[in-house]
């Protein structure tokens, strides 16, 4: 990258990262997208911030379209081109954001993965064959447990610590994007399988290790008694979703998507479902809202007038 970009990316990384407090994972893809966005543009020619045109911005979308992205990854990019520029005035690099008034494409909004009740009730009960008294087997029921009963994210599931938790008070504290933290209800069966993995399994699994305290405080140990990684939760969930012969795509994530599609068709309103998912726009919790098509056809067959003959 030339110098024309190279100082003022550097600052809008430390201001998204440091002043903002935005996780690293989302500072990497920040990154990733300025640099894709200033390698096309050094390819028309453009090497200075205040080289680029609303036009200029229009065509990179264009590109990415002529390209094969999705609308969502579309949105993104240009979502994080909108912060740079926006960044960019604020630090008086540039007199207009020529960004501000290109529009994301719209596309098909696609629904998040999710399983019925009955589907997580079949692959919680996956997660405890192959022994019951085994550690492992004892971790991966809690596991799931927890992170159904809290709709965690991966990350925060792996990054929870002893001491974040209370069986007494059924309360867990996470720590979500940004460092922010936040206290999540713990259920019952969640309590049971964590508090059983706890006095019958965590044990075994620490004496195996020799890492540094920071690792052996983590809630989930791998079979070393180490901090378990966010390659063997997948692992995990894939399992498990084998055993229950689960047809449907499964990965962490997919418990996040039951546990909010569930709490709102049980009646939750749609800002309590963002406080516990951790959501900074309740616009990001409203994919959640979505009717199934199964619960569409039951509620006009029952509802409207001439539904029937």
């Given at each position: 990258?030339?110098?024309?970009?190279?100082?003022?990316?550097?600052?809008?990384?430390?201001?998204?990262?440091?002043?903002?407090?935005?996780?690293?994972?989302?500072?990497?893809?920040?990154?990733?997208?300025?640099?894709?966005?200033?390698?096309?543009?050094?390819?028309?020619?453009?090497?200075?911030?205040?080289?680029?045109?609303?036009?200029?911005?229009?065509?990179?979308?264009?590109?990415?379209?002529?390209?094969?992205?999705?609308?969502?990854?579309?949105?993104?990019?240009?979502?994080?081109?909108?912060?740079?520029?926006?960044?960019?005035?604020?630090?008086?690099?540039?007199?207009?954001?020529?960004?501000?008034?290109?529009?994301?494409?719209?596309?098909?909004s696609s629904l998040p993965d999710v399983l019925t009740v009955d589907e997580v009730a079949c692959l919680l009960d996956a997660a405890t064959m192959g022994g019951a008294t085994d550690p492992v087997v004892l971790r991966d029921k809690a596991l799931l447990e927890f992170m159904y009963a809290t709709g965690c994210r991966v990350?925060?599931?792996?990054?929870?610590?002893?001491?974040?938790?209370?069986?007494?008070?059924?309360?867990?504290?996470?720590?979500?994007?940004?460092?922010?933290?936040?206290?999540?209800?713990?259920?019952?069966?969640?309590?049971?399988?964590?508090?059983?993995?706890?006095?019958?399994?965590?044990?075994?699994?620490?004496?195996?290790?020799?890492?540094?305290?920071?690792?052996?405080?983590?809630?989930?140990?791998?079979?070393?008694?180490?901090?378990?990684?966010?390659?063997?939760?997948?692992?995990?969930?894939?399992?498990?979703?084998?055993?229950?012969?689960?047809?449907?795509?499964?990965?962490?994530?997919?418990?996040?998507?039951?546990?909010?599609?569930?709490?709102?068709?049980?009646?939750?309103?749609?800002?309590?479902?963002?406080?516990?998912?951790?959501?900074?726009?309740?616009?990001?919790?409203?994919?959640?809202?979505?009717?199934?098509?199964?619960?569409?056809?039951?509620?006009?067959?029952?509802?409207?007038?001439?539904?029937?003959?």
């Amino acid at each position: 990258m030339t110098s024309g970009f190279t100082r003022l990316e550097e600052q809008f990384l430390v201001h998204i990262g440091v002043e903002r407090g935005l996780a690293d994972a989302t500072v990497r893809a920040y990154e990733s997208d300025i640099n894709k966005y200033v390698a096309w543009l050094q390819s028309r020619g453009i090497h200075d911030v205040n080289a680029i045109s609303k036009q200029d911005v229009e065509d990179y979308v264009a590109a990415l379209d002529i390209a094969g992205e999705s609308a969502r990854s579309k949105a993104r990019r240009l979502a994080s081109l909108h912060e740079f520029h926006r960044f960019a005035l604020s630090q008086h690099a540039v007199l207009d954001d020529v960004s501000a008034t290109v529009k994301a494409p719209k596309g098909a909004s696609s629904l998040p993965d999710v399983l019925t009740v009955d589907e997580v009730a079949c692959l919680l009960d996956a997660a405890t064959m192959g022994g019951a008294t085994d550690p492992v087997v004892l971790r991966d029921k809690a596991l799931l447990e927890f992170m159904y009963a809290t709709g965690c994210r991966v990350s925060e599931a792996v990054g929870t610590n002893l001491e974040d938790i209370d069986l007494d008070e059924h309360v867990v504290r996470l720590m979500g994007k940004g460092s922010k933290q936040r206290l999540v209800p713990l259920g019952s069966y969640a309590c049971t399988a964590v508090r059983q993995y706890l006095d019958q399994a965590r044990g075994v699994l620490e004496a195996k290790s020799s890492a540094k305290v920071s690792e052996r405080r983590a809630l989930f140990l791998n079979k070393r008694g180490r901090r378990l990684s966010r390659q063997s939760v997948w692992e995990v969930v894939k399992a498990a979703g084998e055993r229950a012969h689960i047809d449907k795509p499964l990965h962490p994530h997919t418990l996040r998507h039951s546990f909010a599609t569930h709490l709102i068709q049980g009646g939750a309103d749609v800002r309590t479902v963002q406080e516990l998912l951790g959501h900074a726009s309740v616009t990001t919790t409203q994919i959640y809202t979505h009717v199934s098509p199964e619960n569409l056809i039951e509620t006009y067959l029952t509802a409207h007038p001439r539904a029937h003959r």
